[in-house]
């Protein structure tokens, strides 16, 4: 299992946390799994940028963005070098410290 220290977000995470995520399976489902309700409007299809996250450690151990996850995120809210969509990052055998940005842009909110 991997480490996966997610940093404090004010509604989803408030005080942070650190979770296990299994090697292969990506950020989104890892905090899904861990009961932090990450936005995933598209479900996890890869054409929305609900799950934009920033990983401010162990970013180079990710598999590699595609070029359809480097478009979405031009239009991700906070955008930084190290974004990547949560539903397409997966995890591998390095630990990873990761910020959920405070906003989100939705044109189609839905509850999970």
């Known amino acids: 299992?991997?480490?996966i220290i997610v940093l404090p977000h004010v509604e989803l995470c408030p005080d942070g946390t650190v979770i296990e995520a299994e090697p292969g399976t990506s950020i989104c489902d890892s905090l899904l799994a861990n009961d932090i309700e990450i936005e995933h409007a598209?479900?996890?299809?890869?054409a929305c940028t609900t799950c934009h996250v920033i990983v401010r450690e162990?970013?180079?151990?990710?598999n590699e963005?595609?070029?359809e996850e480097e478009d979405l995120l031009d239009k991700a809210w906070g955008l930084e070098p190290q974004s990547r969509l949560s539903c397409q990052a997966q995890v591998g055998d390095t630990p990873l410290v990761v910020e959920i940005p405070r906003y989100t842009i939705n044109m189609a909110r839905e509850h999970h």
Do not use: N, P, V
């Open 65 to 67: 963005a595609t070029e």
């Open 1 to 3: 299992m991997t480490q």
């Open 42 to 46: 598209c479900e996890k299809s890869c």
């Open 58 to 62: 162990g970013f180079e151990a990710l």
